[in-house]
């Protein structure tokens, strides 16, 4: 009877003897099955932290200068000379948009290329209480600001930020020195983007079910909703499996992080304050007709004489370059103080798009300081 040879442990191995193979592809199923188990429990952790724990965060250290009821004050730099207001959109998301992250921040941007002292209106997101708020409510709250920073200020409206800044400077235009307005729709008849086609197609009674579903107050998660129905496949689709391929990047994880946290996390907004702005605004125009009244008087852009530079974003489809650029037509400015620019991208890449950080905010920078 012939022996058996032994086998040196060293020697054995699943893959080695032939008729142990299936067991080598069972061990290495079952190998890869835990590490796609463990993807997918990263990616299901990752994404509920995405869209449900985390707060956006100013990314620049700052200090509080001021509460008030439909604002905090932010202090950022160091006092001396004269200070620049960039008053944040109050349109539904936070003022995460001007201070976004290291790098990658307006705030930062306009502090490294000039400007000592930048203040910003950190809009507080309405409560029950705030629901008949109007728009005469949030001009006196940023001329409160503008008086607490000295009286005058440099004044950055970003988005429907710059709608209420264009207001203040044809309301005040002592206290404005000169004017930033990147993606604000002065002229909302202007151009045909899906905004204004909503506006004017909707009838006010929607918009009014919306905030009398909300309780009198326009909720962020129905614009939210909103927003994400205009490009449904990047957000109900693409956005996740992105997320899932590159679960293993921290980079990219961080970064998404960080969007995701401003994105999906909205402010409600008061619904008087709300309807007020799509009735007189988008659907009738009125501002850039010289018809708006603002804190007891009708105001006419005309009376905007400060140096103004206007940004538009070329392939921006909420706020569309018409509506920007045509506000040249109302304000008082001479034609020589105005300057008009259109950058490559769409509405939020205005204001934390890395290419327009590097490439646009320096110029208004240093343009603004040279006022």
Known sequence: MSKIKPVAESEFSLTSVPAFWPMAMAASLAEDGLELYAKNLRFVEEDIKIHHELRPKLATANVTRLELRTMILRDYGEPGGLPTLVDAPYAGHSAMIADYQKGQ??????????????????????????????????????????????????????????????????????????????????????????????????????????????????????????????????????????LYEHIDDPAYVAKEEAFESWYENPLDLPGRWYLQAITQLFKENRLAKGQFVGLGRTLNLRDITCPTFLLAGAEDDITTPEQVLDAAKYIGAPKERIVQKTVPGGHIGLFMGGRTLKACWPEIARWIAAQ
């Not at 710059?162 to 202007?190: C, H, Q, Y």
């Open 105 to 242: 921040s307006l705030i930062e941007t306009l502090l490294a290329n000039g400007l000592r002292h930048v203040a910003l209106t950190d809009w507080r997101s309405a409560t029950e209480d705030m629901k008949d708020l109007e728009i005469d409510n949030y001009l006196a709250e940023l001329v409160v600001a503008i008086d607490d920073l000295g009286g005058r200020v440099n004044l950055v409206g970003l988005c429907q930020g710059g709608w209420m800044s264009a207001m203040i400077a044809a309301r005040f235009p002592e206290k404005v020195n000169s004017l930033v307005l990147a993606g604000s729709p002065i002229d909302t008849d202007a151009g045909d983007g899906p905004i204004k086609r909503m506006a004017h197609d909707s009838p006010i009674s929607f918009y009014e079910d919306l905030v009398r579903l909300g309780g009198g107050l326009m909720r962020g998660k129905f614009m939210l909703q909103a927003w994400k129905n205009m490009h449904p496949e990047q957000h109900y689709i693409q956005e996740h499996v992105d």
